[in-house]
């Protein structure tokens, strides 16, 4: 692409292999993919808690306070487990990886303290955003295609390279497995199924969907990890990290998921839903915001109870007030 040029002959805007510049500012394709999958998982979030009862400026908190420190959680996590950086290479960008592993875990902690802080429930709202890291997961992988990372062994056959059962590396001149590409799509595929269950789920209990995106996404990764060429692998101290903590986060989803129904039985005499009450767990509009009132939305399943919807204004009214 030719470089739009200023009046003393110096690039105002281009592209190179790995991104785009503007002025002196150098944008890596891999940063706009990721940012790209935040803002579209901040928008779905948004719209997730408009349906099941929140306020959706919530998610604008939560972006605030989540994303730098997932940020942070991701770089400490590669930092600590990657025997090529070690802790003096925290302030290295530039020449290093973000560990998602990390990154969930130091986003997912600044959204309980933020809940805490603004006394929200936290699986509540939890429901409706961790979920959607995984549609960002599965959007972020693309950046791995424009990085060239995250690929599998070789493809010796020459019917199998082909994109995207197979890619081509440039730097060793091969085919590689497309690893980045299979777990995006299967991340894709449990985003769709969990978003669909979440919308459509009203009873209690709340934290099911959150709980799920670590089985889901901790399966994947616990099978994925191992495949992958060792480069790319996490094994400070002989220890594939990312996949003792993927594993960790299956058994974590599981057993959370089992404490949740017992709580729930104990508490309202059913595993889902309630025999003795309110059988759903969105039926209180939940907002941290003083003088942030309900309001009907087609989109909210709750809508309907509170405020009522307005009546209909009939044709003479309208001129009336006309």
Not at 37 to 43: Q, S, V
Not at 243 to 271: D, P, S, Y
Request: aromatic share 16%.
């Amino acid at each position: 692409m030719t470089p739009l040029l200023l009046a003393n002959g110096n690039p105002m805007f281009g592209t190179h292999d790995t991104g785009i510049y503007i002025f002196t500012l150098d944008i890596h394709y891999y940063a706009i993919v990721i940012v790209c999958g935040m803002i579209l998982a901040a928008c779905l979030s948004a719209l997730l808690m408009k349906r099941r009862n929140m306020s959706p400026d919530f998610i604008f908190t939560l972006f605030v306070f989540c994303i730098p420190t997932a940020i942070v959680g991701a770089r400490l996590f590669s930092c600590l487990t990657d025997p090529a950086l070690g802790i003096k290479s925290f302030f290295k960008f530039p020449w290093a990886g973000l560990s998602i592993t990390g990154g969930v875990i130091g986003g997912v902690t600044a959204g309980l303290v933020v809940c805490l802080v603004k006394k929200v429930n936290f699986f509540r709202a939890a429901d409706c955003v961790v979920i959607n890291i995984l549609f960002a997961q599965a959007i972020g992988r693309w950046g791995n295609f424009f990085n060239q990372e995250v690929y599998g062994g070789v493809v010796a056959n020459e019917a199998l390279q082909w994109f995207p059962f197979s890619v081509f590396i440039e730097s060793d001149g091969h085919w590689h497995y497309a690893f980045f590409f299979y777990e995006m799509a299967i991340n894709l595929v449990g985003w769709a199924l969990l978003f669909t269950f979440t919308w459509f789920r009203k009873k209690k209990p709340n934290g099911v969907s959150t709980l799920l995106y670590f089985v889901w996404y901790g399966t994947v990764r616990a099978c994925m990890e191992p495949l992958r060429d060792p480069e790319f692998i996490l094994n400070g101290g002989g220890i594939m990290w990312s996949e003792l903590f993927a594993i960790l986060m299956v058994g974590f989803g599981v057993c959370g998921i089992l404490l949740l129904l017992i709580f729930n039985h104990k508490k309202e005499g059913a595993f889902i839903g309630s025999r003795y009450g309110d059988p759903c767990g969105i039926t209180e509009y939940l907002t941290p915001y003083k003088d942030d009132p309900p309001y009907y939305s087609k989109i909210n399943m709750m809508g309907a109870n509170y405020p009522p919807k307005p009546p209909k204004q009939k044709k003479g009214e309208k001129e009336n007030k006309k």
